[in-house]
């Protein structure tokens, strides 16, 4: 393959700053998201607005008449204020006003003006490391292949100015070609740098083990590199991800053609040197028309993979991490019942409070979402079509880096005097076997902590990140976890209770079933493996 890489320094010039940043903040820049593409009833809004600035998230009906497909982008300001959008066609302010059309022209663009391009993270928003007003779109084209189906050519970025036209923002710049060469349809993802203001951005070769890896500075693209690794991946869709720690960067590639073969390919990443190492690649056989996506855990430990009728998980922590795949949930057939369309599972995202969302394979209304995504098993809890969306979507998520990862303290590149805030200190467990009253549990803890004191409640404590721990017997334990980094610590305390279900006596069960959490206070998932003929399920308080 042949690649030109331009890299425009005029346009990636900015002015310094006169001070430096010591402290790692997260930023709420992905606290709300733009999801939709036609009205529920005719007449109707076309859009649900999801606000991440409350507990649970505001689902707000609005209209912007902008469809999104496949590609969708947005930012926020540090406080999670919407400042922009886009869909791969257009960019509009947070008053819907416009600030560029007509990103990546091709021929095939000019189909998908009225849809949104169709490329998975076919864009990334990125504000300029150090300014509070300067942002970068990466973003691809798409045209039709000279031999069959869409290729894309191109990763391009626009500049916008949220600080010009008294805050409504202005385009600076549009469609500089930064790599020229062919790719993997979309996949732009990003991690931040270990030095904690910079990012990499990572855009993959089609049909190869090659990948561009963009250092992204204060001063703009200030280096491009490529990286070859492991064997060649054959491109299928859709997603990639870097983890919330940034230590690994996965990708699914879903093949076609019904029940098929389909390939999840793992790499160790160096946030120093923007390197991959490890690589680690299996496939597993399923149905999947029309693609499939991945997520991490917050804690890093698990990785999600959706393929159309099933969701799976994976233990990264395993030494065979192929073998720990376990099925956590498949489709239990709901429809949406205005349109009769199926609630399949497709692209994945993780949200600002740690859960993770599921687009539908349709234009369903619906969400899925993992409530406990740290946990292992069925304990992650699935909650099919879970999230009621004010308008329809079609296959829609946007595409997000992981805000809250800040510098690797200590680290080579540890060079900026950034340092992390003290950890944040959360956990949450599963009760694994209520007859021999053993918990898992799972740390959650935010600000890449670096030691674990667990305090059970009985007189034993544990150093493990993820300590399973018996107790002797029933009782109510207050279980605490005191994590801390290089800056301080923080500690969170909950409650384990053995009491309240008469958990002292093991109840058999059918295989295939299973009821999550047990104890439970407010929500009850149960899974069975059969349909509920004949069965009968008793609630005790």
């Not at 053995?498 to 059918?510: D, H, N, R, V, W």
Request: proline share 5%; hydrophobic share 40%; aromatic share 12%.
């Amino acid at each position: 393959m042949k690649a030109s890489i331009a890299v425009l320094a005029l346009f990636c010039a900015t002015l310094s700053q006169l001070y430096a940043q010591h402290i790692f903040e997260k930023e709420k820049r992905d606290y709300v998201w733009l999801i939709g593409n036609s009205p529920l009833i005719s007449g109707g809004n076309d859009m649900t607005m999801l606000n991440f600035n409350s507990i649970p998230p505001g689902i707000i009906s609005t209209d912007i008449n902008m469809d999104f497909w496949h590609t969708n982008a947005s930012v926020c300001d540090a406080s999670g204020n919407l400042l922009f959008y886009t869909n791969g066609i257009e960019v509009r302010n947070f008053i819907n006003d416009t600030l560029a059309t007509g990103l990546a022209p091709t021929p095939l663009s000019e189909d998908w003006v009225g849809t949104g391009y169709g490329i998975v993270q076919g864009a990334l928003i990125l504000p300029l490391p150090e300014s509070d007003s300067l942002f970068f779109i990466f973003h691809v084209d798409a045209d039709w292949a000279p031999h069959a189906g869409v290729w894309v050519q191109n990763l391009f970025c626009t500049k916008v100015d949220m600080s010009a036209n008294n805050g409504l923002g202005t385009m600076l710049a549009k469609n500089v070609s930064i790599i020229n060469d062919t790719l993997a349809y979309g996949r732009i993802v990003a991690s931040r740098h270990a030095n904690g203001r910079d990012w990499w951005i990572i855009v993959p070769q089609f049909d190869s083990n090659q990948y561009y890896t963009i250092l992204f500075t204060s001063n703009g693209i200030e280096d491009i590199q490529t990286i070859e690794m492991g064997e060649q991946v054959l491109t299928g869709g859709f997603q990639s991800s870097f983890s919330p720690d940034g230590k690994k960067y996965a990708r699914i590639d879903i093949k076609y053609a019904g029940e098929s073969e389909h390939q999840v390919t793992l790499y160790d990443f160096d946030r120093c040197t923007g390197v991959f190492t490890n690589p680690i690649s299996f496939t597993f056989i399923d149905l999947a028309f029309g693609g499939g996506g991945l997520a991490f855990s917050e804690n890093s430990r698990f990785l999600y993979v959706t393929s159309w009728f099933n969701v799976y998980q994976f233990d990264l922590n395993a030494p065979n991490i192929e073998a720990t795949m376990i099925k956590v949930a498949e489709y239990d057939g709901f429809e949406d019942p205005i349109y009769d369309l199926n609630t399949d599972f497709k692209l994945a995202q993780l949200g600002p409070n740690g859960k993770i969302y599921i687009a539908c394979g349709t234009n369903a209304n619906y969400l899925h979402i993992i409530h406990t995504p740290n946990n292992r098993g069925l304990a992650c809890n699935v909650e099919q079509h879970g999230l009621e969306l004010a308008a329809l979507n079609d296959r829609s998520i946007p595409n997000f880096p992981y805000y809250a990862l800040g510098p690797l303290d200590g680290s080579p590149c540890d060079t900026l005097g950034i340092d992390n805030p003290p950890p944040q200190a959360a956990f949450s467990y599963a009760v694994e076997d209520s007859a021999a009253f053993q918990v898992a549990f799972y740390d959650g803890t935010r600000f890449s902590p670096e030691s674990w004191l667990w305090d059970f409640g009985d007189g034993q404590s544990s150093t493990e990140r993820f300590p399973v721990h018996a107790y002797a017997e029933a009782g109510v334990y207050e279980v605490c976890l005191t994590a801390g980094n290089q800056t301080g610590s923080d500690t969170f305390c909950d409650t384990v209770n053995f009491l309240a279900t008469g958990a002292q006596e093991a109840i058999s069960m059918p295989p295939g079933f299973s009821v999550f959490p047990n104890p439970a206070s407010s929500r009850l998932a149960v899974s069975s493996g059969r349909p509920f003929v004949g069965q009968r399920l008793s609630l005790y308080s």
